[in-house]
């Protein structure tokens, strides 16, 4: 792969930060901005709890990892590996950052935003490195795919039927996903 290549990879995955970062933001709100309406629950936040908060990574880097397939599939390597590692980089940094500033101090959002930015950049940045690497096998991709279906399908079918976890309870009224 070129220099031009790798320049121009790049320059999509900074482009999906910013896309990430803002769509990520407004689903922080657009379930309530819905009447909280079940389906938008499926997709956005539907309550202050830190696995609601990785559906605000998730979901836009899905989107535009779409977008993304279109314009890159055949200028990058190990595509659908690269996107994948790049949204479980996200959603794993987001509580590690969460759980261990919390253990030392209270709750702040401000450091809450930063996570989230810090989250998506970090990732951002993972992917384009296995966008950008040599040509892995063909398998992993499909494994890959695999693990963000099912990943997918957790944060929908988790928004609805909640494990009884602290990850999964609202720190502000003590329920859980979208029933409780």
């Known amino acids: 792969m070129s220099q031009i290549n790798n320049r121009s990879v790049l320059t999509y995955e900074v482009i999906g930060m910013v896309f990430i970062i803002l769509l990520g933001s407004a689903l922080h709100f657009t379930f309530e901005w819905s009447g909280n309406q079940p389906i938008v629950g499926a997709f956005s936040a539907v309550n202050e709890s830190v696995w609601e908060h990785l559906k605000l990574a998730f979901w836009p880097s899905l989107l535009f990892m779409l977008v993304e397939y279109a314009l890159l599939n055949k200028k990058a390597n190990n595509f659908a590996l690269a996107k994948t590692v790049g949204v479980y980089t996200m959603v794993a940094i987001i509580p590690i950052i969460f759980y261990s500033y919390t253990a030392i101090i209270k709750d ?55 494990p009884q976890l602290p990850i999964f309870k609202d720190p502000t009224n003590g329920k859980y996903g979208i029933l409780d």
């Open 108 to 162: 702040n959002a401000f450091i809450d935003i930063l996570t989230f930015v810090v989250a998506v950049i970090i990732g951002q940045l993972a992917s384009y490195k296995l966008l950008t690497y040599k040509k892995l096998a063909q398998y992993l991709n499909i494994i890959a795919l695999a693990a963000l279906v099912l990943l997918g399908l957790a944060f929908v079918l988790f928004t609805f039927y909640p």
